[in-house]
């Protein structure tokens, strides 16, 4: 059966990449929620998704005077100043609480909502035993083709280090943990640290779009899919492609390479629907609260 991965949480009903948004989603019974984890200027690692802080937290009001929002130029005292779950009543992303779609106790209880630290998030996987999927994010300034010195750091910190040195200093079960990434060298990094987790390269980005699958796997690619090739990203048992770059015949062709697909991000009923039929492993979805009620 297709799996139902929280993009983020439900990030539609709740704030993204909170425990709150994660409890939901867990409650509504999805496989697996999907998080982004990310370092601060002082070398905490934190849930979050964007470069800057200015979209989903009210850093404007709390640090008006600061020359820059982005998030590594903040340290964790100061992030945890930050409130994410008034922010989201307040933008209300997806309209849900203008539809009446969210509860008057989970908008209360939502206010100074925190961002997460990836101890945080690690503690509630170990005490309720729901899987996450953890995506090592990098500065989208830094996302270009497969290169060493471009990949193999987040400014001064070993992303994938760290977080496997979190994972066994919490002594989380492997079993528990996917981690994923657009930067396939860190994933090969985190097989050779913890082999025990599973890892899955995400596909989808602009260098990722100049794929052609259909050359691929006639084997004859051209120079842009004979780097992807050689770069090694075509060796991994499960790819989380963006499902606006790979037709439903060639999920099928993938399928037959005994790969798995997961697909983000599908919001549309329609599309859960079609991507169900396909056949895929797993679909990332804003809206988990909706894919439910097609898989009873």
């Not at 997460?116 to 990098?138: C, F, H, I, M, S």
């Not at 991994?236 to 993938?254: K, P, Q």
């Amino acid at each position: 059966m297709t799996k139902i991965i929280a993009h983020r949480g439900a990030r539609s009903i709740g704030p993204e990449n909170s425990i709150a948004a994660a409890e939901i989603a867990r409650n509504i019974g999805a496989n697996l929620w999907e998080t982004d984890v990310t370092v601060t200027r002082d070398g905490h690692l934190i849930l979050f998704h964007d470069d800057d802080l200015l979209r989903t937290t009210d850093v404007l009001e709390k640090f008006p005077d600061r020359k820059s929002f982005e998030v590594d130029k903040f340290d964790l005292s100061e992030i945890l100043m930050l409130d994410i779950g008034t922010t989201f009543i307040r933008n209300d992303p997806f309209g849900e609480i203008g539809a009446g779609n969210v509860s008057s106790q989970s908008l209360e209880a939502f206010k100074g909502e925190k961002i997460p630290t990836l101890e945080d998030a690690l503690n509630y996987t170990k005490k309720t035993g729901w899987r996450v999927n953890l995506e090592l994010k990098q500065k989208s300034s830094n996302q270009s083709k497969p290169d060493a010195s471009t990949f193999n750091a987040f400014d001064n910190y070993q992303l994938p280090n760290m977080v496997i040195d979190m994972i066994r200093k919490l002594n989380i079960h492997p079993e528990l943990m996917v981690i994923s990434s657009f930067n396939h060298i860190w994933l090969k990094e985190v097989q050779t640290l913890f082999p025990e987790i599973e890892i899955q390269p995400l596909l989808g980005d602009d260098y990722d779009k100049t794929i052609d699958w259909t050359q691929i796997f006639s084997g004859n690619p051209t120079s842009d899919n004979m780097a992807f090739l050689c770069s090694g990203s075509l060796n991994f048992d499960t790819y989380n492609i963006n499902s606006t770059m790979i037709t439903v015949d060639e999920i099928a062709e993938l399928k037959k390479m005994g790969k798995k697909v997961n697909l983000f991000t599908i919001n549309n009923k329609d599309d859960m629907v079609k991507y169900i039929n396909a056949g895929v492993d797993g679909i990332f979805t804003d809206y988990p609260q909706v894919m439910k009620t097609l898989l009873r």
